[in-house]
């Protein structure tokens, strides 16, 4: 991957000069020239998804093969079949969940299941925890064939360059894991991910860096007002308390922006007339510019050490890259 992207980038230097690339006119309309430069720009979003997705698929495909190799070295060290190992080593060691986790998973999703009973679903319960059990054996007894064998993969994810543009950011510079989102404060699925983006600073505490840069989208009709609010707040020392509470908001009017800043205990004088000059519009359109130059198209949008991660996303997807950066950061602290 690493190889392609060095290529890719040493290609982008000498297309402007070959002039068969960058400046190619892929179409023309009239007097109008389209280039492959201004087209590349216009679907980046989705060219950066797509190698996302590529990138996922190899991944996959990977850890596939190298589960498969560890396994089959496993096996034949214990002169014994692959099926065998691992029914000594899974099936054996999973057991039958216990009558307190099938109430649980139960109880934990009884909303979701249109009133069917426990004993209904008893089958189906216990299938579903020997299946998550067996997958979490799976994960650990590959770490310890990992360590056994020596196994390393150098497979790299595509990585957006993404400055934090000075933003405001909770957690330590220094931390391993930075997260940037460029986010809109109007925008529901931002309010989900809110939530999500909470949980994440929790369970990660001193190990990630969050940094919000402003995306108002122009068919909102109060997101820049209200990133210019939170701006303002910034001004005061009380950025995250207001950003907050805009979440929770149901008026993102000028009047109900005022209402945030008293309850916050801004001082109000200096809130409204910073709302009203506006002083830090030229911040949110370098925001803005940033990360349209990025590849972002909608909100929200999150760089986890410039890996893209777009929309709403669980808690499992923000986990699975930020563990993947934890352990890249651990390996490179070690060599």
């Not at 220094?174 to 939530?195: G, M, Q």
């Not at 909102?220 to 009380?238: P, S, T, V, Y």
């Not at 506006?278 to 890996?307: C, L, Q, S, Y």
Request: include cysteine; hydrophobic fraction near 35%.
């Amino acid at each position: 991957m690493r190889r392609w992207f060095l290529l890719g980038c040493t290609l982008a230097l000498l297309w402007p000069k070959l002039g068969t690339a960058a400046d190619e006119v892929v179409a023309t309309i009239g007097e109008r020239k389209i280039t492959r430069a201004e087209l590349e720009k216009h679907v980046k979003p989705k060219l950066m998804q797509l190698e996302a997705q590529r990138f996922q698929v190899l991944q996959e495909g990977l850890e596939e093969l190298v589960a498969n190799e560890l396994y089959s070295l496993e096996a034949k060290a214990r002169n014994i079949s692959v099926d065998e190992l691992v029914k000594r080593e899974l099936e054996a060691k999973v057991g039958e969940p216990s009558t307190e986790e099938v109430q649980k998973l139960y109880d934990d999703n009884k909303d979701e299941l249109e009133g069917q009973t426990l004993e209904q679903l008893r089958p189906q319960l216990i299938q579903y925890l020997k299946q998550q059990k067996m997958a979490e054996r799976h994960q650990q007894f590959l770490e310890e064939l990992r360590k056994k064998y020596k196994a390393t993969t150098t497979l790299q994810p595509p990585v957006v360059q993404v400055s934090d543009g000075g933003r405001p950011a909770r957690g330590p510079a220094s931390a391993p894991v930075t997260i940037i989102e460029f986010s809109d404060y109007e925008c529901p699925f931002c309010k989900r991910a809110s939530s999500t983006v909470a949980e994440v600073l929790r369970h990660y505490g001193d190990k990630v860096r969050f940094v919000h840069r402003d995306f108002p989208l122009n068919f909102h009709q109060h997101a820049r007002l209200a990133a210019e609010a939170a701006a303002c707040a910034h001004a005061q020392g009380k950025f995250w308390e207001y950003h907050d509470r805009l979440w929770k908001a149901e008026d993102l009017s000028e009047s109900g922006l005022k209402s945030l800043a008293k309850e916050t205990g801004l001082d109000a004088t200096k809130f409204d007339e910073c709302l009203q000059k506006k002083p830090h519009t030229a911040a949110i359109d370098r925001d803005i510019e940033d990360g349209t130059a990025a590849g972002v198209n909608g909100t929200p949008a999150f760089f986890i050490n410039g890996r893209m991660l777009s929309g709403a996303q669980p808690f499992e997807a923000f986990k699975q890259v930020i563990d993947e950066e934890l352990k890249r950061a651990a390996e490179k602290k070690k060599s």
